[in-house]
């Protein structure tokens, strides 16, 4: 009898240094919501560039997939965000959700510029190498002190690993995301950079001959007139402040990039780049009680009154569901009692009846595969709500004012997206 053969690709083994209950990596699904155009899907490929290597690069979605179709398998692969783009009459519009409970934050995506547009304008584009093979370092600035401004820089921070900086490896840092908030404009600047050292005290002709293997000596009688040529300092050499200066304390990658050595950290920007404006906050997946909303303000009375709404709204979805499920128990006992009918027409023996436990158990099975069933109409998009304009938002709710929020968590300890959440509990 044949061995039977062990499935080595899919089905890995946790390595004898590897501890099993380090904290997760995030991995993120960026996807597309209706259709959006090939200037936004190109937008939608840059984004899982930047996310690489914990995101599904090849992910493909279709028409008839909804968001709990993704949501479904995203636990079985531990997918911790969405990001999903739309676009409007009005606007491109993102979406950050946090699996599985939310929260939701909302941008408008004021401008946008591609990867391939940021490579046109640059003399020297940087090709494509080992970067995205390892995450991007997160550096978030001017993010100020308020409840929707502590969320989202927590959610931010969550979509990365986290840094364990007495085990971290010099040499895999070589992404960073910068997000930038404008406290004029309102609005969040995002960036995408490859990061590189240089020598520092020498001339452009010396560095190309330190950093390359073999320079290139064409139309020229001796190496001398090639490090003399470049004696003068170039615009980039300018730009070497004592500022951007550092010791490497462990080897880095490229040549002669060896521990105590001094180089200059140089920023080469990768795309793309993009201009959000934080539209809504939503407590649950992409949807829920609205925590904050940027153009909507509601009273207390309205807010009250909106809150009552959505639970007959709740009360009415589990009554349905109750129903559903007796009409299962139903028709599967009208179906057991024609069978049964039949059998014994035909001449059959009747029948022995299980064990009660075994009925239980089997109509347990037949109701949690109908509560995953969903009613709603299809309309060839990721969500089940209403097309996203501005122009219509009268279901959405404010976040309130300042005294509606609760005090939060110790500024000092790391927190958790459903920590800060907590932040947004309304005073009753």
Not at 45 to 62: C, F, G, Q, S, W
Not at 173 to 188: A, D, F
């Amino acid at each position: 009898m044949g061995k039977a053969r062990k499935k080595t690709r899919t089905h890995k083994k946790v390595e004898e240094g590897e501890n099993p209950n380090a904290p997760k990596v995030p991995k993120t699904f960026v996807m597309r919501s209706g259709e959006v155009g090939s200037s936004v899907m190109a937008l939608v490929n840059d984004i899982r560039r930047v996310m690489e290597p914990n995101t599904a690069t090849k992910l493909r979605e279709r028409k008839h997939n909804r968001l709990r179709d993704f949501v479904a398998v995203a636990g079985p692969l531990g997918v911790t965000h969405f990001v999903v783009l739309s676009k409007t009459e009005i606007s491109t519009n993102l979406r950050i959700a946090r699996l599985p409970r939310g929260p939701t934050l909302q941008f408008q995506v004021k401008t946008y510029s591609l990867a391939k547009d940021i490579a046109s304008m640059q003399k020297a584009p940087k090709s494509p190498g080992f970067e995205f093979h390892f995450a991007p370092l997160l550096v978030l600035n001017n993010f100020g002190d308020s409840n929707e401004m502590k969320l989202m820089s927590t959610v931010f921070q969550n979509m990365f690993p986290p840094l364990n900086i007495q085990n971290m490896q010099l040499a895999d840092v070589r992404r960073v995301v910068l997000l930038n908030y404008n406290n004029e404009t309102k609005h969040i600047d995002f960036r995408h950079y490859s990061i590189t050292v240089k020598p520092v005290g020498v001339s452009k002709s010396v560095k190309r001959v330190l950093t390359t293997n073999v320079p290139d000596l064409t139309g020229f009688d001796d190496i001398s007139d090639y490090v003399l040529r470049g004696a003068y300092a170039s615009e980039s050499d300018i730009e070497d402040g004592p500022d951007s200066h550092v010791t490497l304390g462990q080897d880095y990658v490229g040549r002669n990039n060896r521990r105590q050595e001094q180089r200059a950290i140089k920023l080469q920007e990768l795309g793309p780049r993009m201009e959000l404006k934080l539209v809504k906050i939503q407590a649950g997946m992409c949807d829920g009680e609205v925590l904050y909303h940027d153009y909507i303000k509601l009273s207390a009375e309205e807010l009250k009154k909106q809150k009552a709404v959505r639970s007959k709204k709740n009360q009415e979805k589990a009554l349905r569901r109750k129903e559903q499920e007796a009409n299962v128990v139903k028709k599967k006992a009208e179906r057991e009692a024609a069978k049964e009918a039949h059998r014994l027409a035909t001449g059959g023996a009747p029948r022995a009846k299980k064990d009660d436990d075994e009925d239980e158990e089997e109509e347990g099975d037949e109701s949690t595969g109908d509560k995953r069933k969903r009613s709603g109409d299809d309309d060839g998009s990721l969500f089940d709500d209403e097309e996203d304009t501005y122009s219509d938002m009268g279901d959405f709710g404010p976040q309130g004012s300042d005294d509606d929020f609760s005090a939060g968590e110790d500024e000092d300890e790391p927190m958790d997206d459903d920590d800060q959440m907590d932040a947004f509990s309304d005073d009753e």
